[in-house]
């Protein structure tokens, strides 16, 4: 089926931000005295919002008598630190400008604090991403996946749902895909493997960015 609008993850779908991730993790648990995480932790860890990755990385979670002040310190060599490692998968900057060239609308959708969202999207991809939607629940969005950020997506963009696919990475892109309504197509070069997937529901896949011009 050919689509006309395309409602894309972040983490793990457009951008590899794995490394910064976990650097910021690390830079937050270290200057609190806390025992840092391994790379594969905060892989297994994301894709709830950074709220949650934090509630996962930190002893106790959010019943740690330190949890906000060392979430701040994440948040703040975050914003400071978001772009040292990042980068676009491979394939990713020539699929989006091939949609752009078809006439495909394009928006991304993320459980990213809004600010990083926009700030990544600016940086990587200004001329291919239309909307960009991030974590603001103060404006009653509420996060995946509930369907909402999709929901805004597609109202800036000024189309409905027909016509329109979800690609994501992780089981929460399923789940976002399925609760607005939308198809979904599971990507294997993020944070989570194809049986993972499989368990979670996925049916299509694609293995290279490539592969999404000829569904």
Not at 161 to 189: F, H
């Amino acid at each position: 089926m050919n689509y006309d609008t395309y409602i894309f993850d972040l983490d793990g779908t457009l951008l590899d931000t794995l490394g910064d991730l976990a650097s910021s993790v690390n830079y937050a648990l270290r200057m609190h005295d806390m025992p840092e995480r391994t790379v594969e932790e905060v892989r297994r860890f994301v894709g709830n919002g950074v709220r949650l990755l934090m509630e996962r990385a930190i002893p106790d979670g959010a019943e740690n008598p330190s949890f906000e002040t060392t979430f701040a310190t994440f948040r703040q060599h975050y914003m400071a630190h978001s772009l040292d490692t990042t980068k676009p998968y491979e394939g990713i900057p020539e699929m989006l400008s091939a949609l752009k060239g078809q006439g495909r609308r394009t928006a991304v959708v993320s459980n990213k604090f809004m600010s990083a969202t926009q700030e990544l999207i600016r940086h990587f991809f200004p001329d291919t991403i239309e909307v960009a939607i991030g974590e603001h629940e103060a404006e009653g969005i509420r996060k995946k996946p509930a369907p909402d950020t999709v929901v805004e997506a597609l109202r800036q963009l000024g189309v409905g749902k027909e016509g329109a696919v979800y690609v994501g990475d992780s089981d929460v892109d399923i789940m976002t895909a399925r609760n607005a309504g939308l198809p979904c197509i599971s990507v294997l070069w993020g944070f989570r493997d194809r049986d993972f997937l499989i368990k979670h529901g996925a049916k299509t896949f694609i293995s290279a960015p490539s592969e999404l011009l000829s569904l």
